[in-house]
């Protein structure tokens, strides 16, 4: 009876071991998931932060354009950066299967309907794989892909 109780103390020490084991590794799951979706957020709002004052610069002034170079990846996952005229002009980062986007107002730009406008924006997007992007403008203001 002695040998069978310490094969039995054994076997339990080990069940105990796997669940450890198995608590620690959810938790790094867990949390990995977690600080990658903070990650993915900060880089998409550093990308609309460039990106937006590159559109008001080149919104105060006539005929101008502005050379980008932008990440081709944010957190392993290509995006769209894409600019519209909704609301005055907004400017939209988002992924492109469309899990996670980032929007943001563009002030500072006088919106008008007409192309005779000096700041008009014309939607347009371009996606991250691009890695060069180019802001013009000349009647309106774009994104264009280099």
């Known amino acids: 009876m002695k040998g069978q109780y310490r094969i039995i103390s054994e076997i ?25 979706e903070i990650t993915l957020d900060d880089q998409m709002n550093s990308v609309a932060d460039v990106v937006s004052a590159a559109v008001i610069k ?3 002034a006539d005929n101008a354009s502005i050379r980008l170079v932008i990440p081709d990846k ?31 107002k563009l002030f500072n730009i006088n919106y008008d309907n007409t192309i005779s406008s000096n700041n008009v924006i014309n939607n347009s ?3 991250s794989s691009a890695q ?3 802001i013009v403008k000349n009647e309106k203001i774009t994104i264009l892909r280099r």
Do not use: M
């Open 125 to 127: 997007e371009v996606v």
């Open 132 to 134: 060069f992007i180019e």
């Open 58 to 60: 080149v919104a105060s």
């Open 74 to 104: 944010i957190s392993d996952s290509i995006y769209r950066i894409a600019i519209r005229d909704a609301d005055g002009g907004k400017l939209v980062i988002s992924k492109l299967d469309g899990t996670a986007s980032v929007e943001r």
């Open 12 to 36: 339990i020490l080990f069940g105990v071991g796997i669940l450890i084991t198995s608590y620690v590794i959810i938790n790094f799951n867990n949390l990995q998931s977690a600080v990658k």
